[in-house]
């Protein structure tokens, strides 16, 4: 069984094997798609996830997760290729976000002390809320929110929230100017 830190604390948890061998294959499946089968891509992306998922909803695969379950996307949500969605800690996309090619979005973590480092994961879930542009090859660290709005610059890292409303570039990231 796994061991998951998260705010509330440990957790042991059933299936996690399992969760990430089934994502894998999936996944794999998924990365066959022509780019243009939007019908098949999203059927597939829905059967990954759990969910229903919009009309509206585009993905130019390849695209990586770790769990597929732990996500879900609101309307004309659009994820570019190359794309890597760890969800152990939950994803959440809002409605109108763009993600551009080589995103990460990584929920999870190891602990930093040496000695607890092969003991199990730590997670805590992404937000990006409605209307947000993340830019090419940037990465969004676990426990973040992006605020809507909000555009992060290509080949950022992510580590802390960012309000509404801002451009947020470099790394670490910070906000340099608000926007609208």
Not at 32 to 42: K, N, V
Not at 44 to 73: A, K, M
Request: with cysteine; hydrophobic share 40%; proline share 7%.
């Amino acid at each position: 069984m796994a061991k998951i830190w998260t705010a509330a604390g440990p957790t042991e948890v059933s299936g996690f094997r399992e969760r990430v061998e089934r994502a894998i294959r999936m996944t794999e499946r998924l990365n066959t798609l022509p780019y243009d089968d939007l019908e098949a891509i999203r059927a597939t992306w829905s059967e990954l996830t759990g969910q229903p998922v919009d009309e509206t909803f585009t993905l130019i695969p390849p695209l990586y997760c770790d769990h597929g379950i732990n996500i879900r996307v609101g309307r004309n949500v659009f994820i570019n290729q190359r794309c890597q969605l760890n969800d152990t800690g939950g994803i959440e996309i809002g409605d109108d976000v763009m993600i551009g090619p080589g995103v990460s979005l990584i929920t999870s973590g190891h602990p930093v002390e040496p000695a607890s480092r092969r003991d199990g994961i730590t997670a805590a879930p992404i937000r990006i809320e409605r209307n947000v542009w993340i830019g090419a090859s940037a990465m969004i660290l676990q426990g973040v929110t992006i605020g809507e709005h909000s555009v992060i610059g290509a080949g950022a890292i992510v580590t802390h929230d960012i309000p509404p409303s801002t451009l947020a570039v470099g790394v670490p990231a910070k906000v340099i100017r608000n926007i609208g």
